[in-house]
């Protein structure tokens, strides 16, 4: 399925070994990692479209399914569970439905679903006339050609996912080693937010322009690694998160202008996580994200929030509280398309 602007294998979790490491060996094999153009998978050779998400029914009363989501790593056998994805978030509620694991509404259909990576909830809502799911309709999303049908994704207990608090380091602003300005936030995906202008970029560049820049590469890894350590994420060599985002002023109505690396490749737009993250510290006091953005028009609590990246921009909601003393997020919202590409029997390598 098409989830968002990423793509992914969806399965249930009774058809994959219960062991874990079992069932990492099968799905690199079934991706085709570790290979850069995973020929011999169904892998699309970017970090974006080798994903992997598990459903299964919940036994929590909160929730009516669970979803693990993994990242299968393109040039290495490695599969991570460290963090959510947003996008293939978007397919879970109809995924969900086609395999019977949540009964359809005549009309639209909610579906509450655990993301298991953090123990935490969002609720799915999407059109299903006639008890069917129906993919088509007129959303477009920047990042993903055509239109498709709208599905509404609501976070509750997003911030503090991997870290435990919406500022792991209870700061707006540190600064590190080297004087660089960072603010380290996590509403559902742990992230390291600086401004662009302080690595000698614009923060508008085309995607491959900064992955090509290695300097920028090495610099972007040493500033990953020593805020990691501040979140109290320790050695984060060989995961997938903290991602760092360059920011930079909005140019074309948005609220903030994003660069996403995830931690080398750049987004060629950004995750529903890492925007709601984005979003979140632009409402922070101080923060680096709230000195650049242009809130204007996004003052109103519930106010959508236009967070640019390189092929459009992302409408997202979030809305801080005040508990105990700390920030944290009150409510966070997104809307997102998903589509159904293929059902069938995939045949993994031997």
Do not use: W
């Not at 299968?72 to 056998?77: F, L, N, Q």
């Not at 290695?214 to 060989?238: F, H, P, T, Y």
């Not at 204007?296 to 459009?312: I, K, L, S, W, Y």
């Amino acid at each position: 399925m098409r989830g968002g602007t990423s793509k992914g294998a969806y399965f249930l979790a009774e058809d994959l070994p219960a062991d874990t490491a079992a069932r990492d060996d099968l799905l690199l094999r079934v991706m085709g990692s570790p290979d850069p153009r995973q020929i011999d998978g169904i892998g699309g050779a970017h970090p974006l479209t080798s994903k992997v998400a598990v459903v299964a029914p919940s036994q929590d009363e909160r929730a009516d399914v669970d979803y693990l989501f993994l990242q299968v790593m393109v040039d290495r056998a490695e599969v991570t569970d460290r963090q959510n994805c947003g996008n293939i978030l978007a397919g879970i509620g109809p995924f969900a439905v086609e395999r019977g694991l949540h009964a359809a509404g005549q009309e639209s259909t909610s579906v509450r679903i655990r993301m298991v990576n953090s123990d935490s909830y969002a609720t799915a809502t999407f059109a299903t006339p006639g008890r069917r799911v129906d993919y088509a309709g007129d959303l477009a999303i920047d990042g993903v050609p055509g239109t498709a049908a709208p599905v509404s994704l609501e976070f509750a207990d997003t911030a503090g996912s991997a870290t435990g608090a919406l500022l792991p380091t209870g700061r707006a602003v540190d600064v590190l080693a080297d004087g660089t300005r960072v603010t380290c936030v996590d509403n559902g995906m742990p992230s390291v937010l600086l401004n662009a202008a302080d690595l000698d970029v614009h923060g508008t560049e085309e995607p491959a322009d900064l992955e090509a820049d290695e300097s920028l590469g090495a610099r972007v890894a040493e500033i990953r690694a020593e805020a990691a350590g501040l979140m109290g994420m320790g050695d984060v060599s060989r995961t997938t998160v903290p991602k760092v985002v360059l920011l930079s002023p909005p140019r074309h109505g948005g609220v903030i202008g994003t660069r996403s690396f995830l931690p080398v490749t750049v987004h060629t737009s950004i995750g529903v996580l890492g925007a709601l993250t984005v979003a979140a510290a632009v409402r922070v006091p101080g923060s680096v994200a709230h000195e650049l953005a242009d809130l204007d028009d996004a003052r109103a609590p519930g106010a959508h929030m236009p967070v640019e990246h390189p092929t459009g921009h992302l409408d997202v909601t979030a809305d801080l509280t005040e508990v105990g003393g700390r920030l944290t997020t009150a409510s966070s919202s997104v809307l997102r398309t998903a589509r159904k590409l293929f059902d069938g029997v995939v045949f993994p390598r031997p």
